[in-house]
């Protein structure tokens, strides 16, 4: 789960099928009861419905925990109030060195590390310039980056498009959508 939105959409989806949610946050769910196979199954089929997946805690993979502290990492409303960098704490939460764990990641992913971070940045960037009124100045400092054409250059790069135009065409895309929805007027034909 990547956003606060992700995780209504989890919480939803489990209570419509019966389940307790006693608490969800990235990366951990606590439900009600021992869950049994068929439970646990029917969870994964709901997770999977929402471009979600089950992470079993025991058979936890490092690459598994980096992309939950990855994820986790980059939910945060505001990245620049984060006194250590993400590397730090890669490496603290799982006691091993950058190399390694970059190593093991790349390995098990087919993406470097350094890669699967800076896309996610960008879908956090992509997330505030479709779901905020936060300007590009702020959304920069927002999510780590040095300056606005520091991130613009890597948007460019992963996208192919400028924040700017990004933010454009997403509003424009809303406006038609919006039009076309009071243009579907249902009209009677005459016979």
Known sequence: MVCDRCIGVVHSELAQAGFHVL?????????????????????????????????????????????VLIDTYFAQDDLSENK??????LQETLDLDYDTISGQFTKAEGITLEKYIILRRIDKVKEWLVYSDLTLTEIAHRTGYSSVQHLSNQFRQQTGLTPSYFRQVRQEKKSLQHGAEKLAVPIGIEQ
């Open 23 to 67: 608490n969800i946050q990235l990366g951990q769910l606590t439900l009600r009861g021992p869950l049994s196979a068929v439970d646990t199954e029917k969870i994964k089929a709901l997770l999977t419905k929402q471009g979600f997946s089950l992470i079993e805690e025991t058979k936890q993979s490092i690459h598994q925990r980096v992309k």
């Open 84 to 89: 250590s960098r993400l590397s730090t704490q």
